[in-house]
């Protein structure tokens, strides 16, 4: 592509940005059922069949190591997964978030991973009901974290974007392409202008993406926000991507490291 092109182009979706800004977000874009499918996970809406699963996720002290505030002292019980679930989507339903569930087609695991996941972690193919139709899973898949926007402000064009992902998937490009559909959702569709992403000062792997992979530096650190109970609490590295920077660089920079897996 010539750099006359790209200019071009550049232009043009930074023209998309200003228009956006001035027609503001529509609240019916927020859907009752949200999916997006990518080269190697697939994000489907949160169901009851997935609370077992997503009970065991949220009770991993590996996975949930940076994401101590939000554990339960004996982990989630499948009843703690599915009041999280309902109550989630009472929340979706009221336009205040975008809530997915990660999944992964068995034949895309990574070998490395793969002889670590029992038998009794997958799920049989199916299809998944969302707003504009479905998604099919052709073959046995497993969930292995849940995605999302949360706090969506559609006056002033804000929201947070959060991961949480099974430990085993943890450096495989998992996260990267769920943090990207993500994103691209909220920017693309929504129409938001900033998107923030709360992390701790000992997620060394979280902060490192968002200053490599994405390209910006922490924007603040908010003291002792997370209560990690036994009064002690933890401080909040807080980061943030902007409309514009997702279309002049951070959608391509993604769309590179996703390539490269």
């Known amino acids: ?12 979706r930074r023209n998309s940005v200003l228009d ?19 080269s190697l996970v697939t994000l489907i809406p949160p169901d009851k069949d997935q609370d077992v699963a997503m009970s065991r996720l949220l009770s991993d002290l590996e996975t949930m190591k940076h994401l ?8 989630y019980t499948k009843k703690d997964a599915a009041a999280r679930r309902t109550g989630r989507d009472e929340r979706q339903h009221a336009k205040e978030l975008v809530n997915y569930t990660i999944v992964i087609k068995k034949s895309l695991i990574p070998r490395s991973v793969l002889h670590n996941i029992g038998d009794d972690e997958f799920m049989p193919a199916c299809k998944v009901p969302v707003d504009n139709g479905h998604i099919e899973i052709d073959e046995p898949y497993m969930v292995i974290g849940c995605c999302g926007l949360n706090n969506i402000d559609l006056a002033n064009r804000c929201s947070e974007a959060g991961i949480i992902l099974d430990a085993r998937f943890w ?10 559909l993500t994103l691209k959702f909220g920017f693309e569709t929504l129409c938001l202008h900033r998107i ?3 992390t701790t000062e000992g997620n060394l792997g979280m902060r490192g993406w ?29 980061y943030a991507v902007f409309d514009h920077d997702w279309y002049l660089s951070v959608e391509k920079n993604l769309q590179a490291r996703i390539a490269k897996r």
Request: proline share 2%.
């Open 1 to 12: 592509m010539s750099s006359r092109r790209l200019s071009t182009t550049t232009a043009l």
């Open 20 to 38: 956006n800004s001035k027609k503001g977000c529509d609240p019916d874009l927020v859907p009752e059922r949200a999916g997006s499918t990518g």
């Open 68 to 75: 101590m505030f939000m554990t339960r002292v004996g982990g």
């Open 171 to 180: 450096r495989t490009g998992v996260s990267t392409e769920a943090l990207y």
């Open 196 to 198: 923030s992403l709360q």
């Open 210 to 238: 968002m200053e490599k992979a994405i390209g910006v530096e922490v924007e603040c650190i908010r003291k002792d926000v997370l209560y990690l109970g036994n009064d002690k609490y933890i401080d909040s590295w807080d």
